[in-house]
C-alpha cells in the first residue's frame, strides 16, 4: 500500500498529547506499568547479563530470557526502558538516547557487582547492546542479540523524522510471534516522534561496528515480519565474527516463540561454555 493511503487510513492526528510541549510533557500524568511488564532484576553469581527488549515492547518480551539465566545462578538485570510497557503516548515523549542511558545505567549497576558482563537484547534492544559493547569495551565480555535492528526496513522510519509534524502514531509493529496464544503485550500504536529517532541510533551504531571486539553470538529468525535482511547484512559484514544461529520455527519475537529454548540454552553456554 503507498505510504500516502496507509496514513491517511491508519494515521492519528498530531494534535493528541503526543504532540505536547515540553512543558506540559513534563507535566503530564505517570501512567500504570503494564502487569508483566516491570524491569527484571535478580541477583545471582560473579557474571552478571543485561537483556534489553525492543521498540514498543517491555520486559515481558525478555523476562523468560532474563528467568532462565537467573535460575542458573546468574547476576542479571531486565531494565524497562523509558517510555514502554504503560502506553504508547508516554513513548512518544522519548526517543533512543533516553533507552541508550537507561541501558547504559544498568550496565553501570552490573559493572560494578559483577565480574564480568553480558549484554543482550532482541530487536531494537539488540542495537543498544551492540551499541553499549562499542562504547564501553573491556567492561562487556560478550553480545549476544536476536533479530537484531540496524536499519530501516520500510520508508516509514526515513520519513518519520517530517512525518511527525503530521501524524502522532501509526500502527504497531508488536506480536510477530509464530507460537499460538503467546504474546508479548506491546503497544498497538507506533509513535511517530519516538520513532523518528531511529534512523539517527542506527546510524550512530552501525558507524561503530567496528570497535565490537568482544564475542557476537546472533539469533536469526528464518522468517521475521519485522527486521528484515538488511539489519543482517550489516551486521555480518561489520562482524566477521559474529556467530549467527538459525531460529527455524519462530518470528520475530523469538524469545516468547517455538524456539525459545535455543535461545536460552545457546546464551547461557555462550556464556558460561562447558568444559
Known amino acids: 500500500m503507498p505510504i500516502s493511503a496507509l496514513l491517511m487510513r491508519s494515521a492519528r492526528p498530531a494534535c493528541d498529547d503526543a504532540s505536547m510541549s515540553p512543558a506540559a510533557s513534563a507535566k503530564a500524568p505517570q501512567h500504570t506499568v503494564q502487569a508483566g511488564a516491570e524491569p527484571f532484576t535478580s541477583d545471582g553469581g560473579p557474571i552478571g547479563v543485561l537483556v534489553c527488549h525492543g521498540f514498543t515492547g517491555s520486559p515481558r518480551t525478555v523476562r523468560p530470557w532474563a528467568e532462565h539465566l537467573a535460575t542458573a545462578g546468574l547476576t542479571v538485570r531486565a531494565p524497562r526502558l523509558p517510555g514502554h510497557g504503560t502506553v504508547w503516548q508516554d513513548l512518544a515523549r522519548t526517543g533512543w538516547r533516553d533507552w541508550y542511558a537507561e541501558a547504559e545505567r544498568a550496565l553501570a549497576e552490573l559493572s560494578d557487582a559483577c565480574e564480568r558482563v553480558f549484554v543482550c537484547g532482541i530487536s531494537m534492544g539488540g542495537c543498544l547492546a551492540l551499541r553499549l559493547a562499542e562504547v564501553h569495551g573491556d567492561e562487556v565480555s560478550g553480545v549476544v542479540v536476536v533479530n537484531p535492528s540496524l536499519a530501516p526496513d520500510t520508508r ?120
Do not use: C
Request: aromatic share 6%.
Open 156 to 275: 516509514l522510519f526515513l520519513l518519520a523524522p517530517v512525518l511527525k509534524h503530521v501524524v502522532s502514531s501509526l500502527p504497531g509493529i508488536a506480536g510477530d510471534i509464530k507460537k499460538p496464544g503467546a504474546s508479548e503485550g506491546g503497544y498497538n500504536r507506533i509513535p511517530v516522534r519516538a520513532a523518528a529517532t531511529l534512523p539517527d541510533m542506527w546510524r550512530t551504531t552501525t558507524a561503530g561496528l567496528s570497535d565490537v571486539r568482544q564475542p557476537v553470538l546472533v539469533f536469526r529468525s528464518v522468517t521475521d515480519h519485522v527486521v528484515g535482511p538488511a539489519s543482517m547484512k550489516i551486521l555480518t559484514d561489520a562482524l566477521p565474527h559474529a556467530e549467527v544461529r538459525p531460529l527455524p520455527d519462530s518470528f520475530h519475537v523469538a524469545t516468547l516463540d517455538n524456539d525459545a529454548p535455543l535461545i536460552f540454552d545457546g546464551t547461557l553456554e555462550f556464556i558460561r561454555p562447558k568444559d
